[in-house]
């Protein structure tokens, strides 16, 4: 649980750590290379300690560094099998099932679990792992997986929402390792495919094509082990700059991947938010002069759903009416009830959210239903007047690493005590 005590502008210089969803597929990639693999940047996150927990209990040697790299060596692996226990708690395990077909031409991976931030199939995961040949199958709350050789072919990944990052990162590493090429359209273009496209090219893959709808493949006989540094955290780069937003404060943000930001800047600047970029620093300054907007959360490269809740907390700060849209994920608006708590102004109207904003928020007490919700709870409780009281922030810490002392070291004051068992 966090104590807030809002009021106090943000101030300073911030680091931002390595991005969660590049480090996720690529760590679960591991399991296809025989070989040493060494992982620069990758941030101490929960949701990445799961991943490495269920990489261990495959049989994969799993080393911390003194640097904080990871050193991983997948050779003495013969599991193909990822338990319920590990793969219930963060719905990115399923990212093991394309590399350990890939590897053991079988593969039984648990259902995932995970954010409940709406409807997530993972459907389009297994229609294209189909494509390249396997038989899938659903068995007593698993997936099951079987194919002794994988082909290239044409597939198609459009979803009723948009692509799939971890599907198309899972259809890709079982594709490297298939026999002829495999054309994915419909891919996801997110930053992170195409540093999982990075990796495994280092690796010795044969991939053209990531950051555009069309990725193509070329099988390759088998990955050698590499060296790979993963890129910053777009995500929480945004985060801390509407923090600073919202407190009207003035942090510069370093490691800040700039490039991969457009529509975030964007969206900064419709709410006339001053900030001056180069290609790996975001410098947010004061403004108390900011503007309602219409925001539409869409896939890369769109405003990122996981950014929605912290603009919408942003939102509620600033008088006239505002609207969010998320075509990603049109139910995951459990943050607004939240928010109304602490005195904003938010109605839901399908997949949108329409904002009245106040002048004021006001501390209450509150619960965070997911990651960004958890995050967007805190950025409320920055600007409210009084403590607040939020619970469930261990949700926070599966993609913010020590987000409160961050956020202590630019002025706030954010206390965490225990707030009892995960319930």
């Given at each position: 649980m966090f104590w807030v005590e809002g009021g106090h502008p943000l101030q300073g210089t911030v680091h931002v750590d390595g991005s969660k969803n590049a480090s996720l597929p690529i760590l679960a990639a591991t399991l296809a290379i025989a070989g040493e693999v060494t992982l620069e940047q990758i941030?101490?996150?929960q949701d990445v300690a799961t991943m490495r927990q269920l990489l261990q209990s495959i049989g994969a040697a799993v080393e911390l560094l003194d640097d904080g790299s990871i050193r991983i060596n997948a050779h003495d692996v013969r599991?193909?099998?990822?338990?319920?226990?590990?793969?219930?708690?963060?719905?990115?395990?399923?990212?093991?099932?394309?590399?350990?077909?890939?590897?053991?031409?079988?593969?039984?991976?648990?259902?995932?679990?995970?954010?409940?931030i709406g409807h997530r199939p993972i459907d389009l995961h297994l229609r294209g792992l189909a494509a390249l040949g396997a038989d899938i199958r659903l068995e007593a709350g698993y997936i099951v997986a079987e194919g002794s050789q994988l082909y290239g072919a044409e597939l198609d990944l459009c979803g009723p929402h948009g692509p799939t990052?971890?599907?198309?990162?899972n259809i890709m590493i079982a594709a490297a390792l298939a026999k002829g090429r495999t054309r994915i359209r419909s891919a996801a273009k997110e930053p992170e495919v195409q540093d999982f496209a990075r990796f495994l090219n280092a690796a010795g893959a044969q991939?053209?094509?990531a950051g555009t709808s069309i990725v193509e493949i070329d099988g390759v006989d088998h990955l050698r082990g590499v060296r790979h540094a993963v890129i910053p955290d777009r995500i929480e780069a945004a985060t801390l700059a509407i923090a600073a937003a919202i407190t009207h404060g003035d942090v510069t943000i370093k490691n800040a991947p700039t490039t991969h930001l457009t529509s975030v800047?964007?969206?900064?600047?419709?709410i006339g938010i001053p900030f001056e970029v180069t290609p790996d620093t975001l410098h947010i300054r004061a403004?108390?002069?900011?503007?309602?907007?219409?925001?539409?959360?869409?896939?890369?490269?769109?405003?990122?759903?996981?950014?929605?809740?912290?603009?919408?907390?942003?939102?509620?700060?600033?008088?006239?009416?505002?609207?969010?849209?998320?075509?990603?994920?049109?139910?995951?608006f459990r943050h607004a009830a939240e928010l109304v708590r602490m005195g904003a102004d938010i109605r839901i109207q399908g997949n949108s959210a329409v904002i009245h904003g106040v002048t004021q928020l006001s501390a209450a007490p509150v619960m965070a239903s997911d990651l960004r919700a958890s995050a967007a709870l805190v950025l409320a409780a920055l600007a409210a007047e009084g403590h607040s009281e939020i619970r469930r922030v261990y949700h926070l810490d599966r993609g913010y690493h020590a987000f409160e002392q961050k956020l202590?070291?630019?002025?706030a004051r954010i206390q965490r005590v225990n707030d009892g068992p995960k319930i």
């Open positions: 941030p101490q996150l599991s193909s099998v990822a338990s319920y226990e590990l793969v219930r708690q963060m719905r990115a395990s399923v990212c093991v099932l394309g590399p350990l077909l890939a590897r053991f031409g079988t593969a039984r991976v648990s259902l995932p679990g995970g954010c409940n990052v971890t599907g198309t990162c991939i053209s094509g800047l964007n969206a900064l600047d419709l403004s108390s002069r900011l503007r309602p907007a219409r925001l539409t959360a869409d896939p890369y490269p769109g405003l990122p759903t996981d950014c929605q809740a912290q603009f919408m907390a942003l939102l509620s700060t600033i008088p006239g009416e505002s609207r969010i849209t998320d075509t990603v994920f049109p139910e995951r202590n070291q630019l002025g």
